[in-house]
């Protein structure tokens, strides 16, 4: 082997190792500053709903709220990112001509580059007055059903799950898309022309060729936009009205706080150790989960790769 080669591979082999002993150390961190919190921990961590931190000598937190909120916001935004990022990636890639795709791709990309404080800010002063009128037409007509029934912030229908996921989905937008873009352009040529030379029309070309081919990347790239979703933290802190005196009940005009809102929310508890523990502990989850979905995202691509 050269010299140049030798070099190339060692320098490229140090940096996977740094970047894996790099996550390895935020984990150990997490759980060594987590520990002393979870010790004096008054109630069961994983499957109480309260959080009450003020007392560093009498704590009793829990995750149950935490975790539920952040599924709950999260899984909305896939509902609805999931299908219009689709239908954008696949109109990009076999509909639109080439000079309008390209350039609508870019205004699709930018909306990557915006901060999360302006979606916060444009989703609670703009977009959610803007829906309130619908929102409140849903809970009222479908209130029988628990998912659409009158939330813990009632009758404020601004900053709840509903405007939040709705927001969220427009966040992971990009995400969804321009991978989705990029997996659905990599279809094999052969495969389309064989498709349209046996008559198949664009619609029966994108079922029967381009959907199973782009399917495991689309799919992966759906993970990692949910893994962008359940991390996120100002636009959801910015939108998100916190209940006072009941919990989340698994309603979507419910208010509540996410792992990652709830930490920024209240930093100013962090000049105590043990109280700032308790969010160590509850960022120790929201790590843990998102690395989960993020090592699923992977493996399913891996798979299609082999």
């Known amino acids: 082997m050269r010299a140049g080669d030798r070099i190339f591979q060692n320098l490229t082999t140090g940096a996977g190792i740094f970047i894996v002993a790099l ?6 961190f997490l759980i ?40 709950a916001t999260s899984v909305v935004a896939l509902i609805i990112a999931m299908p219009v990022s689709l239908g954008i990636a696949l109109f990009l890639t076999q509909y639109a001509p080439k000079r309008l795709a390209r350039g609508f791709a870019y205004v699709i990309d930018l909306l990557a580059a915006v901060p ?53 989905a427009v966040m992971i937008l990009p995400i969804i898309t321009s991978l989705s873009r990029e997996v659905f352009e990599r279809t094999p040529t052969p495969h389309i022309e064989g498709a349209l030379a046996l008559g198949a029309t664009r619609w029966e070309v994108i079922r029967t060729t381009v959907l199973p081919f782009g399917k495991a990347g689309y799919i992966g790239a759906s993970m990692l936009g949910l893994g962008r979703a359940l991390g996120e933290t100002i636009a959801l802190a910015v939108i998100l009205l916190i209940p006072q005196g009941r919990n989340f009940d698994w309603s979507l005009f ?53």
């Open 23 to 28: 996550i390895g150390l935020i984990g150990i």
């Open 32 to 71: 060594i500053q987590a520990i002393p919190a979870l010790r004096v921990d008054k109630v069961n961590f994983l499957f109480n709903h309260g959080w009450s931190t003020n007392d560093p000598e009498n704590m009793a937190f829990g995750i149950a709220d935490l975790f539920e909120v952040t599924v």
């Open 116 to 168: 999360s404080i302006i979606f916060g800010l444009w989703g609670i002063l703009v977009f959610a007055p803007a829906i309130e009128p619908f929102s409140l037409w849903v809970n009222s007509t479908f209130s029988w059903f628990p998912l659409f029934a009158p939330g813990n912030v009632q009758p404020n229908v601004r900053g709840t799950i509903f405007t939040a996921g709705i927001v969220l």
């Open 254 to 306: 419910d208010g509540g706080a996410t792992f990652a809102s709830k930490i920024a929310a209240n930093y100013s508890e962090f000049n105590n150790a043990t109280s700032a523990g308790a969010y160590i502990a509850a960022g120790l989850v929201l790590f843990v989960l998102t690395f989960l979905v993020n090592f699923a995202a992977r493996s399913i691509i891996s798979k299609k790769g082999d």
